[in-house]
């Protein structure tokens, strides 16, 4: 079983940058893409980006594309998500996610099988 272990979670101003990041707790050489989801109290749990292993494709939510980006460090098998221009609506729970595949990207939280715990962003106006 796979651990994933999140960090950069924290609580910004409006148009701040924070930079979230993702490993797996025992390196887990064979994993595959990796992404990020996020949920808001009472909202389903969303897409925000993913990224296939080799680095060289990803894949945004809605409107993300050019405020958020995902980056992969393939030899430490870590991923980094960038905020940027960070506003009230993108307050919730980030998740990090993997599944064995390593070059199909899926939208569906259903399709990936490994998670980590969770970490708060919090955008104060």
């Known amino acids: 079983q796979v651990q994933l272990v999140e960090s950069g979670g924290g609580v910004v101003q409006e148009g701040a940058s924070l930079r979230l990041s993702c490993s797996p707790s025992?390196?887990?050489?064979?994993?595959?893409?990796m992404g990020w989801f996020r949920q808001a109290p009472g909202e389903e749990r969303e897409f925000v980006a993913a990224?296939?292993?080799?680095?060289?494709?990803?894949d945004y939510g809605d409107d993300l594309e050019g405020l958020f980006t995902i980056s992969r460090d393939s030899a430490k098998n870590t991923v980094h998500l960038q905020m940027s221009r960070l506003r009230p609506e993108d307050t919730a729970i980030y998740y990090c996610a993997a599944r064995w595949s390593k070059t199909i990207i899926s939208r569906s939280p259903l399709l990936y099988e490994f998670w980590g715990q969770g970490t708060q962003v919090t955008v104060s106006s």
């Open positions: 025992d390196g887990a050489g064979d994993i595959g893409v």
């Open positions: 990224i296939i292993s080799s680095g060289t494709i990803t």
